[in-house]
């Protein structure tokens, strides 16, 4: 099957190198229609023409046969998101692992309705006005009298203020027990800087921010823990989001340094008992002759997919278009979700089964979690083009996600940096797959960190890129288990960590998070001068694939080095794809990750013995 062409592209000739070979990276990509593609047939019956409308309409193509391979024709997990809920709102439900695992249409219509058991969310039975809240309302949460009184006291406006009281989704519980361990400042709260031509302007967008905040509960959601046998997050019925002025001093102040230093997450914390879990503070910067805002929003409330919907909704407002806004969907319908679906024992199962035999953590360069507070260097580089088509090319030619074949790089470079032939590290789980109705359109944070286990010595690089696909297709289906668990099921005494490195792939429509003016339409008179993102992990790396162009951010502590770990991980891209094109059998342990820069530096360049002497 692998000696099969995927695409036929014409040529007049084919490109040479100097020394008349052919010269591979000259190749053009192919377009979508230099794929093969299979012998079309039509989708037979209600439930395959219905999803085949859906695909055609998301993977925006003219027609979809019932062979159809979802990744083939572009599919990747934001568009899954969508395709599941339209799925849903035609009456079709399907158990996410089909759409990853047999990714072909008449796969993903056999599957429907089959294996899934649906998630009732209990409504919030807390009405508007109430004066007393009692453990009966709270179907989500086991309070006792006394904690609830604790909870009324603690908020503003008392009993009558708040809206719903539930427990914390599991990746909100890790990032409140790094609150609450930060010696100082808060690796989890994004800090952005924007400016704005007119002071009008910028009265314009926090107005708009303080609307949005209105519309959705966990932008009105405190975190409360004192007190109580576990933390909770509250939802207020009303929340004034801080948006002050502070007085800098004199027109040579540099007003974006001192707002950045002043408010930096390495020493800045916010007081996550206070909803809204954002503040904006801003001054006028004469100088420049604009006005300058420093504006912070904590993870607990927030992702990255939330935050571009966020935007949108912002965009929208100050257009006045706010009758164009979705409605907003209750963050409590995913923490039901997370709370009532997968239970606990199929989880461990799952996680035991990966990781039951592992007794020693993966940590690159030595480094572990513990030294989360030292800080970390970044770089952040795009790829080439032409190795960002070979990518997108072989990972649709052999029916996976681009995501995975990132993943089996990470853990070939991971293996190289911790010498280890077995590897464990971090993925973040979108979290969005199993998230009920809305998710496609919420804002919360859905997303969720969990282990992914890759042995690199025993199958071709063929095999360990489908083997790794079919994992993170059956991860999906644990999305919402808490890391805690499976570092549980390990082999590995706690407290040690289970890893050291943290991988993000994202899929990213319009610009990164701090490119506010992008994000939007209003970018006349608003110009992002930089955002801050952090982790506790002290190795991360983040792939955000913007479709026709993919970046890598590295963040990493010494010793490790971000642009060298840039070079590692575009060389294991460049040697995997190379296999897949020419020899997929090749074993995978074979791949290499070391640039001949640095083999040369190494080999060569430091060995020189012979030096010259004056007599």
């Not at 692992?97 to 969310?121: C, I």
């Not at 006005?291 to 607990?300: N, Q, T």
């Not at 606990?344 to 990781?355: D, H, P």
């Amino acid at each position: 099957e692998h000696m099969v062409p995927s695409a036929y592209v014409e040529l007049e000739s084919l490109p040479l190198t100097p020394n008349g070979k052919l010269d591979r990276k000259a190749l053009p990509a192919p377009e979508a229609g230099s794929f093969a593609s299979r012998e079309f047939e039509a989708p037979s019956g209600e439930t395959e023409i219905t999803i085949a409308r859906i695909w055609a309409e998301v993977l925006k193509v003219d027609r979809v046969g019932r062979n159809d391979n979802f990744f083939e024709l572009g599919g990747h997990s934001l568009i899954a998101v969508s395709v599941l809920e339209r799925m849903r709102e035609c009456g079709l439900d399907a158990d996410v692992r089909a759409l990853f695992s047999t990714p072909t249409l008449s796969a993903l219509a056999a599957a429907v309705g089959k294996d899934l058991a649906q998630v009732v969310v209990p409504p919030n039975l807390i009405p508007l006005g109430c004066k007393e809240i009692t453990p009966s309302m709270l179907p989500l949460v086991q309070l006792t009298e006394g904690e609830i009184a604790r909870v009324v006291g603690a908020v503003s406006g008392g009993g009558s203020n708040i809206q719903d009281i539930y427990p914390l989704a599991p990746l909100q519980e890790g990032i409140l027990f790094h609150h609450l361990s930060s010696r100082e400042g808060d690796p989890y709260l994004l800090n952005a800087l924007l400016s704005f031509d007119t002071k009008e302007r910028l009265d314009a967008f926090v107005s708009a921010m303080r609307r949005v905040v209105e519309r959705h509960d966990i932008l009105r959601t405190a975190v409360l823990w004192e007190g109580l046998r576990g933390p909770v997050q509250v939802v207020l019925r009303n929340a004034e989001l801080i948006a002050e002025e502070v007085a800098l001093g004199g027109d040579e102040v540099d007003v974006a340094d001192h707002l950045r230093a002043a408010f930096d997450s390495r020493r800045y914390r916010i007081d996550v008992r206070q909803a809204p879990l954002m503040r904006m503070y801003y001054a006028p910067d004469n100088k420049n002759d604009r006005w300058v805002l420093v504006w912070m929003l904590h993870h607990l409330v927030d992702d990255n997919t939330s935050l571009r919907f966020l935007f949108n909704e912002i965009d929208l407002i100050l257009q006045g278009q706010e009758q164009l806004l979705p409605k907003s969907v209750p963050f409590r319908n995913y923490v039901a979700q997370a709370q009532l679906g997968v239970s606990s024992e199929e989880n461990e199962r799952f996680f035991t089964a990966m990781l039951g035999d592992v007794s020693e953590p993966t940590l690159p360069f030595g480094l572990f979690e513990g030294q989360s507070d030292i800080d970390a260097s970044e770089s952040r580089e795009f790829l080439s083009s032409t190795l960002t088509s070979r990518i997108k090319r072989i990972a649709r030619s052999t029916g996976v996600s681009a995501a995975s074949l990132f993943h089996l790089a990470f853990a070939l470079v991971l293996g190289r940096v911790s010498n280890r032939d077995d590897v464990v590290f971090g993925t973040v789980l979108f979290g969005r797959m199993q998230s009920g109705e809305g998710a496609d359109r919420a804002l919360g944070m859905f997303i969720n960190t969990l282990p992914v286990r890759v042995r690199l010595n025993e199958q071709s690089v063929l095999d360990s890129l489908r083997s790794t696909h079919a994992l993170l297709a059956e991860l999906m289906r644990h999305e919402h288990a808490p890391l805690s668990l499976a570092q549980r099921c390990s082999a590995i005494p706690s407290p040690a960590p289970l890893f050291g490195a943290l991988f993000n792939y994202r899929h990213i429509v319009g610009a990164d998070a701090g490119e506010v003016q992008k994000r939007t339409s209003v970018g006349a008179g608003i110009e992002s001068l930089g955002a801050e993102e952090r982790t506790n992990y002290p190795f991360t790396v983040s792939i955000d694939d913007l479709g026709d162009a993919i970046s890598l951010t590295i963040q990493a502590q010494s010793p490790a080095e971000p642009g060298n770990v840039h070079a590692y991980l575009c060389k294991a891209l460049e040697e995997l794809v190379t296999a897949l094109e020419s020899d997929p059998v090749r074993p995978l342990e074979t791949i290499d990750v070391l640039p001949e820069s640095e083999r040369q530096q190494l080999l060569v360049e430091w060995n020189r013995t012979h030096a010259s002497y004056p007599s």
